[in-house]
């Protein structure tokens, strides 16, 4: 980019792709420009609003062309809330830009040359499908108490009634609970400040079952007039099945804290999942696309072909969520989870749903991984966004099974992870198979198989 391209300059910009940021990228000099709220194929007017010495960022000012992968947002705050960034894209492009993001993180970050990636999977329901939101609370500048997502890039909060990609019965208590925090008179934590109480609504549906947990995240246990609320509450939403208080007194951007009390009801709700029950409380992770989720365990035992007479360590378990269907099919199971809360539950979905086979391990993979002294026939990876340890990857390697599964909510990790586990020539990737868990969004979900290298 030459001088007169400066901040604040307006340019004209030809949308040539999307970046796994989810924004559109143009070039201007060379130099890569990012702009929200665009899509391949665009023409557009945008002003600068950083400039860097490789790349710069832009905000979409005017479309002077659309792209014919353009459509309307099915939300009215689209282009101002941070929960989901791609609205304005049409479905089937949306699938090839996830399916082609994976492609090119694999290539650039893993040295694939050509990396077998199987067509991506669609989401069975692309709006409707979040089976959990939770939302930061404040008071507006005339006291009225709002919940919503960030504005992009900001702690704004964009103030909503209704969310188009979470499921649609949880609604109606969003509005609704926002009106009786207000008649309560409660207090809203402020960040800036440290002070006030409640800090996020917490909704958690089971998409098979329609059980409804309600949480709040609160400063403090002890809320007046709590208990008497909640069995309100409790009366009005029929799938309404337990209310808690999640307490989390710390500063910072961390959500949940390390204590949940249970006010009314039960502490969690009933999810059928693989044609199990599961127990999910309102702090643990699930996946947040429970239809999507049965597609990809579909996939993986279609592909394993199991005889059952496996042996198999799931390694970031949860509460079980793979575990306990893929322990049906094998000889032997062995979970590994660091969130003592999320064990107990998956120890529990075991016993409740007559599964003998599986033994849970509190701790980091890290720790437990390497002391198990176990050869399993195959090992399932579930790790968090930041990807595995390099200790576990160590691990692996010496454990040795002949096939490793790597289920991965984000590429450039899994690119990573892939490429150190075939070092060597030790492991060669039989496929990778994109999943959208995340319509609406430039997230994509992503498994692959690697077995010993035969050649």
């Given at each position: 980019?030459?001088?007169?391209?400066?901040?604040?300059?307006?340019?004209?910009?030809?949308?040539?792709?999307l970046?796994?940021?989810?924004?559109?990228?143009?070039?201007?000099?060379?130099?890569?420009?990012?702009?929200?709220?665009?899509?391949?194929?665009?023409?557009?007017?945008?002003?600068?609003?950083?400039?860097?010495?490789?790349?710069?960022?832009?905000?979409?000012?005017?479309?002077?062309?659309?792209?014919?992968?353009?459509?309307?947002?099915?939300?009215i705050?689209?282009?101002?809330?941070?929960?989901?960034?791609?609205?304005?894209?049409?479905?089937?492009?949306?699938?090839?830009?996830k399916?082609?993001?994976?492609?090119?993180?694999?290539?650039?970050?893993?040295?694939?040359?050509?990396?077998?990636?199987?067509?991506?999977?669609?989401?069975?329901?692309?709006?409707?499908?979040?089976?959990?939101?939770?939302?930061?609370?404040?008071?507006?500048?005339?006291?009225?108490?709002?919940?919503?997502?960030?504005?992009?890039?900001?702690?704004?909060?964009?103030?909503?009634n209704?969310?188009?990609?979470?499921?649609?019965?949880?609604?109606?208590?969003?509005?609704?609970?926002?009106?009786?925090?207000?008649?309560?008179?409660?207090?809203?934590?402020?960040?800036?400040?440290?002070?006030?109480?409640?800090?996020?609504?917490?909704?958690?549906?089971?998409?098979?079952?329609?059980e409804?947990?309600?949480?709040?995240?609160?400063?403090?246990?002890?809320?007046?007039?709590?208990?008497?609320?909640?069995?309100?509450?409790?009366?009005?939403?029929?799938?309404?099945?337990?209310?808690?208080?999640?307490?989390?007194?710390?500063?910072?951007?961390?959500?949940?804290g390390?204590?949940?009390?249970?006010?009314?009801?039960?502490?969690?709700?009933?999810?059928?999942?693989?044609?199990?029950?599961?127990?999910?409380s309102?702090?643990?992770f699930?996946?947040?696309?429970?239809?999507?989720?049965?597609?990809?365990?579909?996939?993986?035992?279609?592909?394993?072909?199991?005889?059952?007479?496996?042996?198999?360590?799931?390694?970031?378990?949860?509460?079980?969520?793979?575990?306990?269907?893929?322990?049906?099919?094998?000889?032997?199971?062995?979970?590994?989870?660091?969130?003592?809360?999320?064990?107990?539950?998956?120890?529990?979905?075991?016993?409740?749903?007559?599964?003998?086979?599986?033994?849970?391990?509190?701790?980091?993979?890290?720790?437990?991984?390497?002391?198990?002294?176990?050869?399993?026939?195959?090992?399932?990876?579930?790790?968090?966004?930041?990807?595995?340890?390099?200790?576990?990857?160590?691990?692996?390697?010496?454990?040795?099974?002949?096939?490793?599964?790597?289920?991965?909510?984000?590429?450039?990790?899994?690119?990573?992870?892939?490429?150190?586990?075939?070092?060597?020539?030790?492991?060669?990737?039989?496929?990778?198979?994109?999943?959208?868990?995340f319509?609406?969004?430039?997230?994509?979900?992503?498994?692959?198989?690697?077995?010993?290298?035969?050649?």
């Amino acid at each position: 980019m030459t001088q007169p391209y400066q901040q604040g300059h307006l340019v004209e910009l030809d949308i040539i792709d999307l970046a796994h940021s989810g924004d559109g990228v143009g070039k201007l000099d060379g130099k890569a420009i990012f702009v929200p709220d665009t899509v391949t194929g665009d023409r557009i007017l945008t002003r600068l609003t950083h400039v860097k010495k490789q790349y710069a960022y832009g905000k979409l000012q005017e479309i002077i062309s659309p792209s014919p992968h353009r459509i309307r947002p099915n939300c009215i705050v689209a282009d101002k809330c941070g929960g989901c960034q791609w609205q304005h894209i049409s479905p089937e492009y949306q699938l090839k830009a996830k399916e082609n993001q994976v492609i090119q993180a694999l290539k650039r970050i893993a040295g694939f040359e050509n990396p077998p990636v199987l067509p991506i999977l669609s989401s069975p329901e692309i709006f409707g499908y979040r089976n959990k939101a939770t939302y930061p609370l404040r008071r507006s500048s005339t006291g009225t108490v709002q919940a919503g997502y960030y504005q992009r890039n900001t702690h704004q909060i964009i103030n909503l009634n209704q969310c188009p990609i979470q499921d649609p019965r949880l609604n109606p208590i969003l509005a609704e609970i926002k009106k009786d925090i207000q008649a309560q008179g409660w207090s809203i934590y402020n960040e800036k400040t440290d002070k006030g109480k409640l800090r996020h609504i917490g909704l958690r549906i089971g998409k098979t079952t329609g059980e409804i947990l309600l949480t709040f995240v609160s400063t403090s246990k002890n809320i007046t007039n709590f208990q008497q609320q909640a069995e309100i509450w409790l009366q009005r939403y029929p799938n309404l099945v337990g209310v808690s208080i999640n307490y989390n007194p710390h500063p910072g951007n961390k959500i949940f804290g390390e204590e949940t009390f249970n006010y009314v009801g039960r502490p969690y709700l009933i999810e059928t999942f693989g044609q199990l029950n599961f127990q999910l409380s309102s702090d643990t992770f699930f996946q947040i696309n429970t239809e999507a989720a049965e597609v990809l365990l579909n996939v993986l035992l279609a592909k394993l072909c199991l005889t059952g007479e496996e042996s198999l360590i799931d390694a970031y378990c949860g509460v079980g969520t793979f575990t306990l269907p893929l322990a049906e099919k094998v000889a032997q199971a062995v979970g590994i989870e660091s969130h003592k809360n999320a064990i107990e539950q998956a120890k529990n979905n075991a016993k409740i749903n007559g599964i003998n086979n599986v033994k849970f391990y509190s701790g980091t993979v890290e720790e437990i991984l390497p002391f198990l002294n176990l050869s399993p026939d195959m090992v399932v990876l579930d790790p968090p966004r930041k990807g595995c340890d390099p200790k576990v990857i160590d691990t692996l390697k010496k454990i040795d099974p002949p096939i490793i599964i790597y289920i991965s909510c984000q590429p450039s990790t899994l690119a990573r992870d892939l490429e150190k586990l075939c070092q060597q020539d030790l492991y060669k990737v039989q496929w990778i198979q994109p999943i959208d868990f995340f319509p609406q969004t430039p997230h994509v979900e992503s498994m692959a198989l690697i077995r010993h290298n035969i050649d």
